[in-house]
């Protein structure tokens, strides 16, 4: 659909649209898809409701269908709209901004997941047009160029949302004037250039989501001045130098993800105990030091995610984690490719919350420890690619998460997590459909391959119902392949290969 401005004095706010839709072949009569999407579209304006009833919706009033039946035009005069709701259509051309130069009362202006293209409007509130938007979202289509100056000028606007397009240049420098800005998100685009410490003008800002991006420079050293805000995601940017410590004083953080950016410094001189409220933290692919131990005390954090960032530094020891009461809701520890030295340590049983763990790509030596297979929620274990040596422990065969089918209620308390988990998942691209997966998709896994594990495979793991994904390959194992893997009805995956196994590899799955 084209969307175009259509100025008439008389009307304060009118809509005209173009449609490309389906050409009908009745004269007049629209295509059921058509009148849904208008439907849909009309239950959305908060405005007098349009008596659009009958089953013909080219004869409903507003709207004008050619001689072929196309639906050309949606006219909505005098219906003093306040909010505009086009989301998730199949619209496409440009939107002029002399589209809302009739829009006095609009609060809101919803067109995400369409295939808009041009510039985006920002000079939605020049000339003192819509003086009381509040929210705007242009996510998930094809805008492209510049973010030019305007918005500024909403001096109401809470919400502007533009992510998944196709942006490119620097952040426009007058946002930092719309002071009621609470959420700020242009993920995947192609935006760069570093964050001005004028952001500290924002002082209402909560979400600040720009993953995906190419911004580059230092993060703003007063960043900590945002004292309202919750949700930051710089992941996937060229972030550089160290964390301004102000980001302590940010107490309100929930999420903080600064994966695969070029980081570095000695975190242990931030205080993270005052980050109270932190769940998410992503420090993956950087170069930080300073053990992880001082993020212990973050109490509230769910998932900690260091992949490649702290490479070198080994993994705390018990003795390092003596006084330890941290990390009691952690679900997620992801500390791949880091060069980590030393066994699984003992402190790591405690986490009785732990759903996935991630040490592959290290220099892990010692066994597979026992108590791995007491931890109740865990079933998602890679501990590949390291050097660890000894027996497949049987109770590894009692992972209470991989035995049963988990009744409804633990399905719905699996976390969700809708970023990458490890340094090897990085190869993300903006095809790809956004949120991404869902912790609750990741499959059952135990992945204990290229290392130096001896003796049998045994027997009892076929108990291990849920299990998708066992990779044995590469290790030392001996004997028999037992029978009981034929007994893993959800296997996906099954690699046994370069060990000194003998026998036969098992019939797997149903068909
Ligand atoms: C709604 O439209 C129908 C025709 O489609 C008409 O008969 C009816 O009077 C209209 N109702 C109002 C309240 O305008
Ligand atoms: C805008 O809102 C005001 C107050 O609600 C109302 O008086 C005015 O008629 C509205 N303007 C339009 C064009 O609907
Ligand atoms: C816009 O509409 C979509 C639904 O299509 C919704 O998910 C999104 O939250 C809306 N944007 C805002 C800012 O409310
Ligand atoms: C986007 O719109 C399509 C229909 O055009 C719909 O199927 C899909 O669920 C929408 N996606 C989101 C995230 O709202
Ligand atoms: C994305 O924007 C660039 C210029 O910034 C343009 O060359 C390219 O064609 C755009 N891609 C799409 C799919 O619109
Ligand atoms: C912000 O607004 C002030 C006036 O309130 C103006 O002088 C200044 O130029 C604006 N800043 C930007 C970057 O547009
Ligand atoms: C900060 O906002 C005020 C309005 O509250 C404005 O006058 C000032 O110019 C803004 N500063 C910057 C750097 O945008
Ligand atoms: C943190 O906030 C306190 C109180 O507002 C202030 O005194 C301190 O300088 C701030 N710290 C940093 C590093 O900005
Ligand atoms: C990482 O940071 C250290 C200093 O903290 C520096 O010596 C080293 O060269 C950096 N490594 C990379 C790959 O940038
Ligand atoms: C990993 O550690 C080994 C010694 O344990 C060292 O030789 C190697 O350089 C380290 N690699 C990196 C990338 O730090
Ligand atoms: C993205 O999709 C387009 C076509 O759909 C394809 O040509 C392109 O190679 C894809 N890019 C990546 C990085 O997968
Ligand atoms: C593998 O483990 C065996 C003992 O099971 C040991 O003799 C051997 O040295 C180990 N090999 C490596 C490369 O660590």
């Known amino acids: 659909m084209l969307v175009q401005a259509y100025n008439l004095m008389a009307h304060p706010f009118l809509l005209f649209l173009l449609f490309s839709c389906i050409i009908s072949t009745n004269i007049h009569a629209c295509k059921q898809t058509e009148r849904s999407s208008l439907l849909s579209f009309a239950s959305t304006l908060s405005s007098p409701p349009l008596n659009w009833t009958s089953l013909d919706c080219c004869r409903w009033k507003g709207i004008t269908c050619d001689q072929d039946g196309w639906v050309t035009r949606l006219l909505l005069p005098s219906k003093g709209l306040k909010g505009v709701d ?6 496409f051309g440009a939107i002029p901004s002399s589209f809302f130069q009739q829009a006095s009362n609009l609060t809101s202006f919803n067109v995400s997941n369409n295939t808009f293209t041009g510039y985006v409007p920002s000079s939605i509130c020049l000339q003192h047009s819509s003086p009381f938007l509040r929210l705007l979202d242009f996510s998930s289509n094809v805008f492209s160029g510049n973010l030019a100056p305007g918005l500024g000028k909403c001096s109401k606007l809470q919400v502007f949302r533009a992510g998944h397009n196709n942006l490119s240049g620097l952040f426009p420098e007058d946002i930092y004037n ?17 964050i001005s410490d004028k952001i500290v003008n924002l002082t209402n800002l909560a979400t600040l989501d720009l993953y995906y991006n190419h911004f580059g420079g230092e993060l703003p050293l007063n960043l900590g001045k945002l004292s309202k805000l919750k949700f930051v995601n710089f992941d996937f940017n060229n972030l550089e130098g160290t964390l301004p410590p102000s980001l302590m004083n940010c107490t309100k953080l929930v999420e903080l993800r600064l994966g695969s950016n070029n980081l570095e410094g000695d975190i242990s001189m931030l205080d993270f105990s005052r980050l109270s409220q932190l769940t998410k933290l992503d420090l993956m692919m950087n170069n930080f030091t300073g053990a992880m131990k001082i993020l212990m005390s973050c109490k509230s954090l769910h998932a900690l995610l260091l992949s490649g960032s702290f490479v070198g530094e080994g993994m705390p020891s018990d003795d390092d984690m003596v006084d330890f ?69 049987k109770q590894l065969c009692r992972l209470p998460s991989l035995l049963y089918e988990p009744n409804i209620a633990s399905q719905v308390d699996k976390y969700e997590f809708e970023f990458p988990l490890t340094s090897n998942s990085v190869s993300i691209n903006a ?81």
């Open 431 to 511: 095809n790809q459909t956004f949120p991404q997966q869902k912790l609750y998709f990741l499959p059952g896994w135990i992945d204990v391959s290229n290392n130096n594990i001896s003796g049998y495979i045994p027997a009892e793991i076929g108990q291990l119902q849920l299990l998708r994904k066992l990779a044995l390959d590469s290790n030392n194992f001996s004997g028999i392949i037992p029978d009981q893997i034929s007994n893993l009805k959800n296997l996906e995956v099954l690699d046994l290969s370069t060990n000194h196994l003998s026998g036969i590899i098992p019939f797997i799955g149903e068909s």
């Open 86 to 91: 086009l989301s998730s259509n199949h619209f």
């Open 178 to 194: 719309a002071t009621k800005l609470e959420e700020i998100a242009l993920p995947l685009n192609s935006l760069h250039g570093a």
């Open 325 to 393: 009461h941290g990390f009691q809701n952690l679900r997620v520890l992801a500390l791949e490719s880091s060069n980590l030295t030393g066994q699984i340590p003992l402190w790591l049983s405690k986490l009785k919350n732990l759903e996935i763990l991630c040490l592959s790509s290290n220099q892990i030596t010692g066994p597979i420890p026992s108590w791995l297979g007491t931890l109740p929620r865990l079933f998602y274990i890679r501990l590949s690619d390291n050097r660890i040596s000894g027996e497949f422990p």
